[in-house]
Nanobody, 124 residues
Framework: QVQLVESGGGLVQAGGSLRLSCAAS????????MAWFRQAPGKEREFVSV????????AYADSVNGRFTISRDNAKNTVYLQMNSLKPEDTAVYYC?????????????????WGQGTEVIVSS
């Protein structure tokens, strides 16, 4: 069982930066593939980024590639999403997700554990 708690969301102007954090419970965090998804009002939840259990591999949605960076610290049971050059279209609730040793999927249904989400609002 893994519990995930996101933090770091907020209101930022276009062009600004935010860093999201996702703190995980459990002793086997290092064996979980961790991902970030987002859901804008009236839209489906979409894949943002994913990182392997050893941080050796990452992947990004085309819409954020080059602007967002995912990382993890297994000693702190935490995964991060550094978001730079934010755009109004990045406005959404951002969710952290986890799946055990499965690399990798962009589909929400493939992930077993979810946080409650943290809201990011980018003003123009």
């Amino acid at each position: 069982q893994v519990q995930l708690v996101e933090s770091g969301g907020g209101l930022v102007q276009a062009g600004g930066s935010l860093r999201l954090s996702c703190a995980a419970s459990g002793r086997t965090f290092s064996r979980y593939v961790m991902a970030w998804f987002r859901q804008a009002p009236g839209k489906e939840r979409e894949f943002v980024s994913v990182i392997s259990w050893t941080s050796g591999s990452t992947a990004y949605a085309d819409s954020v590639n080059g602007r967002f960076t995912i990382s993890r610290d297994n000693a702190k049971n935490t995964v991060y999403l550094q978001m730079n050059s934010l755009k109004p279209e990045d406005t959404a609730v951002y969710y952290c997700a986890a799946v055990f040793l499965k690399w990798y999927s962009t589909l929400p249904r493939e992930y077993d554990y979810w946080g409650q989400g943290t809201e990011v609002i980018v003003s123009s």
